[in-house]
Nanobody, 121 residues
Framework: VQLQASGGGSVQAGGALGLSCEAAGRIFGIDDMGWYRQIVGKERELVAAITTGGTPKYADSVKGRFTISRDNAKNTVYLQMNDLKPEDTAAYFC????????????????WGRGTQVTVSS
């Protein structure tokens, strides 16, 4: 299963950007999906995640500004980022927990390539 992310780019502080990430391939099912971000020289950190049923969770630093959503029929997860701040500048990576078999609870994480978000002050 491959994840293809799109969106991102450059924006001034206070602006907004949207990211999307579609999973493609032989998919038996997907559990959680979400986004991490990474700044050069730092560890990757969770930004937001969402369950199959649509329950979201967010990093404290983005609560109230970012919204995660998903379309299960399209195997796609979205991240709407509002009121962006310079400290949101990072490479954003989407992931999906993919089930390995229709009758198994075993899963693995599939990652998309990073998409850069740059926020200038």
């Amino acid at each position: 299963v491959q994840l293809q992310a799109s969106g991102g780019g450059s924006v001034q502080a206070g602006g907004a950007l949207g990211l999307s990430c579609e999973a493609a391939g032989r998919i038996f099912g997907i559990d959680d999906m979400g986004w991490y971000r990474q700044i050069v020289g730092k560890e990757r950190e969770l930004v937001a995640a969402i369950t199959t049923g649509g329950t979201p969770k967010y990093a404290d630093s983005v609560k109230g500004r970012f919204t995660i959503s998903r379309d299960n029929a399209k195997n796609t997860v979205y991240l709407q980022m509002n009121d962006l701040k310079p400290e949101d500048t990072a490479a954003y990576f989407c992931y999906a927990e993919v089930f390995v078999h229709p009758s198994s609870d075993s899963s693995y994480w599939s990652w998309g390539r990073g998409t850069q978000v740059t926020v200038s002050s």
